[in-house]
């Protein structure tokens, strides 16, 4: 039996038979892994406490041949973010983070950038969420999130040219083709359905991606424009996945 491990983050946890589980996580070395645990809901003593959103573990398990499961086999708790538990706004936040994660990141394929990126956001929105912080700082959270995620999977969004003709977006006035995954010039819009982004969003949105967490307290967004860069994100996202995300739902 060949035990592998590595931190993690749980991305979703779903009741299987009695006590059984089955747990997506986001892992450092490995990318995002399924794992099996079982007995998982009467094991206490392995796992009580222990398999949590918001919370860095590491994990133990190992794969048996035929499986595409991996069987979970030990969890450790290395970091907990408790505010972000306590706040239901920021509960709500992560939920987001993790259903596209869940949707879009490829199993089996390690990607450190993607780990660090929830761990940074975690780290950021826990603090935040500790001090008392407004909603708009969680959803920069979600910004400051949702942009970094695209950027690291490849799909960022290209507002610097014409994605039909290459000419150049300057002053980022062009619109937007989400089908195309970026900018289309006047010419190319009559050829392609189209969207409209501001100029405020776009460099927002690309504020985000060259910056660490700290841009989140120091860039002040109207919320306006913070719902603007939000829903364009979404639709991305959305198709991306293929479907809408249940956790985006307007309550
Ligand atoms: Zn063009």
Same mark, same amino acid.
């Given at each position: 039996?060949?035990?592998?491990?590595?931190?993690?983050?749980?991305?979703?946890? /779903?009741?299987?038979?009695?006590?059984?589980?089955?747990?997506?996580?986001?892992?450092?070395?490995? @990318?995002?892994?399924?794992?099996?645990?079982?007995?998982?809901?009467?094991?206490?003593?392995?796992?009580?406490?222990? +398999?949590?959103?918001?919370?860095?573990?590491?994990?133990?398990?190992?794969?048996?041949?035929?499986?595409?499961?991996?069987?979970?086999?030990? $969890?450790?708790?290395?970091?907990?973010?408790?505010?972000?538990?306590?706040?239901?706004?920021?509960?709500?936040?992560?939920?987001?983070?993790?259903?596209?994660?869940?949707?879009?990141?490829?199993?089996?394929? /390690?990607?450190?950038?993607?780990?660090?990126? +929830?761990?940074?956001?975690?780290?950021? +929105?826990?603090?935040? $969420?500790?001090?008392?912080? @407004?909603?708009?700082?969680? +959803?920069?959270?979600?910004?400051?999130?949702?942009?970094?995620?695209?950027?690291?999977? @490849?799909?960022?969004?290209?507002?610097?040219?014409?994605?039909?003709?290459?000419?150049?977006?300057?002053?980022?006035?062009?619109?937007?083709?989400?089908?195309? @995954?970026?900018? $289309?010039?006047?010419?190319?819009? /009559?050829?392609?359905?189209?969207?409209?982004?501001?100029?405020?969003?776009?460099?927002?949105?690309?504020?985000? $991606?060259?910056?660490?967490?700290?841009?989140?307290?120091?860039?002040?967004?109207?919320?306006?424009?913070?719902?603007?860069?939000?829903?364009?994100?979404?639709?991305?996202?959305?198709?991306?996945?293929?479907?809408?995300?249940?956790?985006?739902?307007?309550?």
């Amino acid at each position: 039996m060949n035990v592998l491990s590595s931190k993690s983050f749980i991305v979703s946890i /779903k009741k299987m038979n009695e006590a059984d589980l089955l747990i997506v996580y986001v892992t450092e070395d490995y @990318g995002k892994i399924a794992c099996f645990a079982n007995n998982a809901r009467k094991s206490r003593k392995r796992f009580l406490g222990k +398999l949590e959103p918001a919370m860095l573990t590491n994990i133990k398990f190992y794969e048996k041949a035929g499986m595409s499961l991996a069987i979970l086999y030990e $969890v450790d708790s290395i970091e907990e973010y408790k505010n972000i538990r306590k706040n239901i706004d920021a509960y709500i936040s992560i939920s987001k983070m993790l259903e596209i994660t869940k949707a879009l990141v490829p199993e089996k394929d /390690k990607n450190v950038m993607i780990f660090n990126l +929830l761990r940074n956001t975690y780290l950021s +929105l826990d603090n935040a $969420v500790g001090n008392n912080c @407004g909603e708009d700082i969680i +959803l920069k959270h979600e910004l400051y999130f949702i942009s970094n995620f695209l950027k690291y999977l @490849g799909i960022f969004p290209n507002f610097t040219t014409c994605t039909l003709c290459s000419q150049k977006n300057i002053d980022n006035y062009f619109a937007f083709s989400i089908a195309k @995954g970026g900018a $289309v010039c006047n010419n190319c819009a /009559k050829t392609v359905k189209t969207i409209n982004l501001s100029v405020n969003a776009i460099k927002i949105i690309n504020l985000m $991606v060259n910056s660490n967490t700290s841009i989140i307290s120091k860039l002040s967004v109207k919320e306006l424009v913070l719902n603007d860069c939000l829903n364009f994100l979404e639709n991305i996202l959305s198709f991306y996945a293929g479907n809408s995300f249940k956790s985006f739902q307007k309550i």
